[in-house]
C-alpha cells in the first residue's frame, strides 16, 4: 500500500485487530498507536484506504456504549487523519463513509466535543462537503447553536461557524437565519463590547471569531439583510474608534453591511460620513498587492489579516465593490489618490497568470489570493470599474477619466477579452468588461451570430412592427411576484421577454448577455422595470434601465415602473426609493406589486399602457419573412 512500508502496515493491521476485538487498556494502546502513526501527512492517506480497514475499526470504536475513553481516542484518530489532507478531508466527512453521524452524536461528550469540533471545523471548509455537513436532515449546525447558546465562551464552536460561512453559498443563509446563529453571535460581540482592551482573555478567541462571521456572513444577500434587521450599526460603529486592527476590521464588516447605501437630503453615503474607512481599504488592497514586501506597514497589515482570517484578495475586492455601488461613494474612491493604481495592479496580477500573493509570516504560510487563479477578484474588480463609470453620466467625459495613459485601461480590457480559452475567465467579468470598453472606446463592435431566428431592428410603434414587453428585474426575495406577473400579462395575450424564459422575438438570456439585453431593449413597445433595493445594487440591472432610457429617448420606447416592496418606494417611510433609480423614476406614476392581490390590477394597468402593440397573435401573423443575418449592437 503506497505510503506504508512493509513493517508499518503489517503493524498498522495488527493495531486494527485489536482496536476491533481486545478491551480495555489494549485497545486503547492500539488507538494510541494509530495516532502516533497518523503524525506524518504521508502515513495519513495511505491508513484511510478502504482495502486496510481502519475506518471501520474506527467506527466500530466510535459506537462503544461502555469505554468513553477509547471512543475518545477514536475521535482524537478521525481529526489527525483529516488534518492538513484534503482526500481524507472529503473522505471522512463524506456521508458514504458514516462517520459524521457518530460524531454528531458525540459533540456534547465533554472528552469527545473539542475535538470534533475540531475536525468539522477543518472540513467544513472543503467545499465538496458542505451540502452534507449543513443539511438539516444531520443536525450538525442545531448542535453547534445549542452549544453556543448553553456555552458563550466556546471558542471551537465559533470557528466552525466562522468557517462555514467563509465557503457557504447564500442559499444555507436561511437555515442560519431560522437557527438564530446570526443573531446569538452578534449578541455574543455586543455583549464584549467594542473595546478589546476590556475583552477577557477567555473571551479574546470568541470575539474574534465572531468578527470573521459577521464579516463573511454580510457578503451574503440574505446574511446581510439579515444582520442589518438586528439594527446594531452605532455597535459597529464604535469599532471604528478602537485599534488600527479591530479598525480594520470594522471597516470591513460596515462596508459589507452599509456600503451601498445612498445618501439624501439628511444624511450622507458611507464614505462620505467616514472617508477614513477608504484610506484602510486602500492599505489592505496595497499590503496584499506587496505581500512579500518587508516594510513593516505591510507585515502591520498582514498580520491583521492573518488575526482575522482577511488577507484574502478576494474580501477587499468584494468590500470595494460593494462601497462602489453607492453612488455617495463613488466620488471619493475615483478622486482617491491611488486608488485606481491598485485595483489596476490587481487586475494586471490577472492578465499575467501570476501566482497568488503570498508568504510566510510569523511561522504560518499565508495566501492572499490574487493572480491567474483567483477568478472571485477579478469578477469583483471588474464589476467595480463598471460601477465607478456610472458616475460619469456621458461618454465623452467618462473616456477622458478612464482613457488616461497612465491606466493603459482600454489595453488591459482587451488583453481580459483575448485571454486564452484555457485561462477560464469568468462569465461575469468578460460581461462587465464588454460593457465597459463600449463605453470606453464606441467603435469597438459587439457582434453575435443570430442566424437561426427572427431579427427586426424596430424604431416604429407600429402594430405593423412585430414587439414584445419586457420585464425587467433583479433576482432575488420578490422573483415569484415577477413571475406572476408575466404570466398574467401573457395570459392576456402578450408576447413577454424574461431573461429565463424569453419571447418569440428574442430568446432567454444566455451567451453574451449584453448583446441579448440590448435586443431585448430594441425589440421592446414597452419595458417594465421592477424596482426594488437589489434592482437599485444590480450592476447589469443598472446598465440595462440605462440603456432602455436611453432608447425612450431616442426611440419612443415606453418605461412603466412597478414596485416589489411595500417599503422601498417613492412615498415609503423610513426608506424611499434612491440613488440612480430614484432619479430615474422621479414623479412618475408606478404600480404597486408586493401582495397577491395586486398581480391582476398591475397586470391590467400595464395592458392598457400596451394595447395591441407586443400582441403575441400579431406578432405570429407578422412573422412570415424570416430575416437572417449578424447583429451588430452598439450597447449605450
Known sequence: MSGLSDADRQRAQDLIRKIKYSTGKERTDALEGIFEMAKEDKNKLALCQPGLG???????????????????????????LSASVKQNKEYLSSPE????????????????????????????????TVPYLLSESLGLVDAARREMEANPDYKFVYTFF???????????????????????????????????????????????????????????????????DLQRKEFFLAFLQTKEKERMQASIIISNLYGRDEGDTTTKSLLQTYPDILQLLVNLLAAIL????????????????????????????????????SDGNKTLMLKHPTFMTHVLRAIQLFIDDANECGAVYQGFQSY????????????????????????????????REFNKPEYQLPYRLKCLLNLPEHRQF??????????????????????????????????STSIETPQHIMVSYAWGPHKQQVINLTNRLKGLGYDVWRDEEGSSLVPPMHGDIVATMAEAIQNSYLVVICCSREYKESTNCRAEAKYAQARQQSHNLRIVYV???????????????DGW?????????????????????????????????????????????????????SFF
Not at 429 to 454: H, K, M, V
Request: proline share 4%; glycine share 6%.
Open 54 to 80: 481502519l475506518i471501520d475499526a474506527l467506527l466500530h470504536a466510535l459506537r462503544l456504549p461502555d469505554d468513553s475513553y477509547a471512543t475518545s481516542w477514536a475521535v482524537s484518530c478521525v481529526g489527525r
Open 97 to 128: 463513509v458514516g462517520v459524521v453521524p457518530e460524531l454528531v452524536r458525540l459533540i456534547t461528550r465533554a472528552n469527545c466535543k473539542d475535538n470534533v469540533y475540531v475536525f468539522f471545523g477543518n472540513c467544513i471548509l472543503n467545499s465538496v
Open 162 to 228: 466562522a468557517n462555514a460561512v467563509t465557503i457557504m453559498s447564500n442559499k444555507y443563509c436561511a437555515y442560519f437565519i431560522r437557527m438564530r446563529v446570526h443573531e446569538l453571535i452578534v449578541n455574543r460581540l455586543v455583549q464584549a463590547g467594542p473595546d478589546p482592551s476590556r475583552w477577557p482573555d477567555r473571551n479574546t478567541g470568541c470575539v474574534y471569531r465572531s468578527m470573521g462571521f459577521v464579516t463573511s456572513f454580510s457578503t451574503l444577500p440574505d446574511g446581510r439583510r439579515a444582520i442589518r
Open 290 to 325: 506587496d505581500y512579500n514586501s518587508e516594510s513593516k506597514e505591510v507585515k502591520d497589515y498582514r498580520g491583521m489579516g492573518l488575526a482575522f482570517g482577511v488577507t484574502k484578495m478576494r474580501d477587499a475586492s468584494s468590500t470595494l465593490r460593494c462601497l462602489s455601488i
Open 368 to 399: 492572499a489570493g490574487g493572480g491567474g487563479k483567483d477568478f472571485e477578484s477579478i469578477e469583483n474588480f471588474t464589476e467595480l470599474l463598471l460601477q465607478l463609470s456610472f458616475y460619469y453620466e456621458d461618454d465623452s467625459q467618462l473616456q
Open 426 to 459: 469568468p462569465f461575469e467579468a468578460r460581461q462587465y468588461t464588454l460593457q465597459l470598453l463600449n463605453r470606453l472606446e464606441p467603435n469597438t463592435i459587439i457582434q453575435q451570430d443570430y442566424t437561426q431566428r427572427t431579427l427586426y431592428r424596430s424604431t
Open 563 to 577: 414596485m416589489l416592496d411595500e417599503h422601498y418606494h417613492t412615498r415609503s417611510t423610513p426608506q424611499v426609493i
Open 581 to 633: 433609480l430614484s432619479y430615474m423614476v422621479g414623479n412618475q406614476q408606478w404600480y404597486p406589486l408586493w401582495e397577491e392581490d395586486q398581480i391582476e390590477s398591475t397586470a391590467d394597468a400595464v395592458a392598457a399602457l400596451a394595447g395591441q402593440h407586443g400582441k403575441l397573435e400579431i406578432n405570429q401573423s407578422l412573422l412570415t419573412n424570416p430575416v437572417t443575418g449578424t447583429v451588430v449592437s
